[in-house]
């Protein structure tokens, strides 16, 4: 796997759209690659940010969260949500590299990604390509944050290897690999989390990944969110001291 940071001008809010940055900076897309973007980069070229000036954080978390906890309830005084079924510090919101303004996350990054995907196809004549839009969380017991993948398209999000034998012959019952969200890790490694200006990863070499000609399907990601009673870890999220936010019917 070959993973190449594209290094841009400082986005800031009112500049270029995410297209014209594209036209800019990306000159290659081979076929069998995958493009990743940052989420603050895909927020900021679309007009999702907000003045810090006289503005409550607290209160834009609310709007943007389906739960949330207050900040006097945690260690040191952080601000868990779920927001878009998605366990995530402040609602995904971010004042670092934004100008003066939070960044909220995009406001529909699967309609983003799958345009972005339609473009490269055009704009480079490929029929496989594949494009992730990524963030950063932590991890519980973890010092430090990886990424995650907030939307794809252009190939399966998860390898599945239920029914396949191990390497001594016994079946695997429940593996299955998410491969958007791999990506979506080592894209964040390579663009770094600091003033490195590279919110854009070209990802070659991918023999793990599946292209698809086309997006998502509605139930395709569907099934790749889990509710609280379902998932793995839900002891722990059932019995935290949630809020209800501004988006909690979405949820």
Same mark, same amino acid.
């Given at each position: ?6 290094? #841009? $001008?400082?986005?800031? /809010? ?6 014209? *940055? ?5 000159? $290659? @897309? /081979? ?20 003045? +810090?000036?006289? *503005?409550?954080? @607290? ?27 998605? *366990? ?56 430090? #944050? ?39 890790? +080592?894209?964040? #490694?390579? @663009? ?7 919110? *854009?990863?070209? @990802? ?48």
């Amino acid at each position: 796997m070959i993973a190449t940071p594209i290094k #841009t $001008e400082a986005v800031t /809010p009112g500049g270029k759209s995410l297209l014209e *940055l594209l036209d800019k900076y990306l000159d $290659e @897309m /081979p076929e069998s690659s995958v493009l990743a973007i940052t989420s603050k980069v895909v927020s900021i070229c679309e007009g999702r940010t907000v003045p +810090i000036d006289g *503005l409550d954080e @607290m209160d834009l978390i609310k709007q943007e969260s389906q739960l949330f906890i207050d900040p006097k309830d945690t260690s040191y005084g952080s601000r868990p949500t779920i927001t878009r079924n998605t *366990l995530a510090s402040s609602a995904g919101i971010d004042k670092s590299n934004g100008s003066g303004h939070y960044i909220l996350w995009p406001a529909d990054p699967q309609t983003t990604a799958n345009g972005v995907r339609a473009y490269l196809k055009k704009r480079f004549g490929l029929k496989k390509v594949g494009v992730v839009i990524t963030d950063s969380t932590s991890i519980p017991f973890r010092l430090g #944050t990886t990424g995650i993948v907030l939307a794809f398209s252009g190939f399966s999000a998860i390898n599945s290897y239920i029914g396949s034998p191990d390497i001594f012959g016994r079946p695997f019952e429940v593996s299955r690999a998410n491969a958007a969200n791999g990506l979506a890790g +080592i894209a964040v #490694t390579v @663009m770094g989390e600091g003033a490195e200006q590279t919110p *854009l990863v070209l @990802m070659q070499d991918l023999q793990f990944v599946s292209f698809m000609d086309r997006d998502p399907t509605q139930d395709e990601l569907n099934n790749l969110k889990l509710k609280i009673d379902s998932d793995l870890y839900s002891i722990f999220w059932k019995n935290a001291p949630w809020q209800k936010g501004d988006q909690f019917n979405s949820y």
